[in-house]
């Protein structure tokens, strides 16, 4: 018989595989979505097509869709199938969030206005000096609260990987579950609140330290 102890524990495992694809998701999406972000507003109109045609496919396909495309098409087309089921969640979970972030970071840059580029010219400032003085602290503070949201989304959505057989906290929930145990999957919403509960914390703090910047 399973005890309050031992179905704590394995849904405290389960959790920790949601931390390592929420981690490492976003080690890896946050630079990736700035790759995005300069193919989508590059000069180069072929790049510039080709970057945005597929942001509009990631983002208009669900991630479940994705996660299925990443793990079964590899085998596939090229028979070389990606065998750790966490690897695949991790690159569609990468793929998708850095398009996301990517359309962030471009909002954020495109909403500073270009009377302020201007005004560092007429002080005799280089570009890198413009960007990093004047405009990149201002881009931070708009770009928070979407970034903090989309971040926050982003936890709850490991328990996705599980359609892929990637054994997180849901999955452990059910499988009690379909034992007749029903609490875990109340319990499991308890990991999910607190842990983003601190993170609302955590980007409320960083919102006040940007508050020097108005408008």
């Known amino acids: 018989m399973d005890s309050f102890v031992n179905i704590s524990v394995e849904l405290l495992k389960g959790f920790c595989e949601n931390l390592k694809l929420f981690s490492l998701t976003l080690l890896f999406s946050v630079p990736a979505g700035l790759l995005v972000m300069f193919c989508s507003i590059s000069k180069f109109k ?4 080709l970057s945005k045609t597929f942001v509009w496919i990631i983002r208009g396909t669900p991630l479940m869709l994705q996660l ?8 596939l087309l090229f028979n070389t199938p990606i065998k750790v089921r966490f ?6 979970f990468v793929i998708n969030y850095a398009c996301y972030f990517s359309e962030i970071y471009r909002g954020g840059i495109e909403s500073i206005s270009k009377g302020q580029y201007e005004a560092g010219h007429v002080l005799g400032m280089t570009k890198p000096q413009i960007f ?6 201002q881009v931070v503070k708009r770009i928070v609260p979407p970034m903090s949201n989309e971040i926050i989304t982003l936890v709850k959505d490991t328990s996705l990987a599980r359609v892929i057989a990637v054994a997180e906290i849901i999955m452990a929930a059910d499988r009690f579950s379909a ?3 029903i609490w875990p999957l109340f319990y499991t919403g308890a990991f999910f609140l607190i842990f983003n509960g601190l993170l609302t914390v955590i980007f409320n703090k960083i919102e006040k330290k940007l508050d020097y910047f108005r408008g």
Do not use: E, H, N, S
């Open 46 to 49: 072929p790049l510039k097509w």
């Open 68 to 75: 299925f495309v990443v793990l079964y098409v590899p085998g």
């Open 87 to 92: 690897t695949a969640a991790l690159i569609a």
């Open 132 to 137: 990093f003085k004047v405009i990149l602290l």
């Open 179 to 181: 034992r007749g145990i």
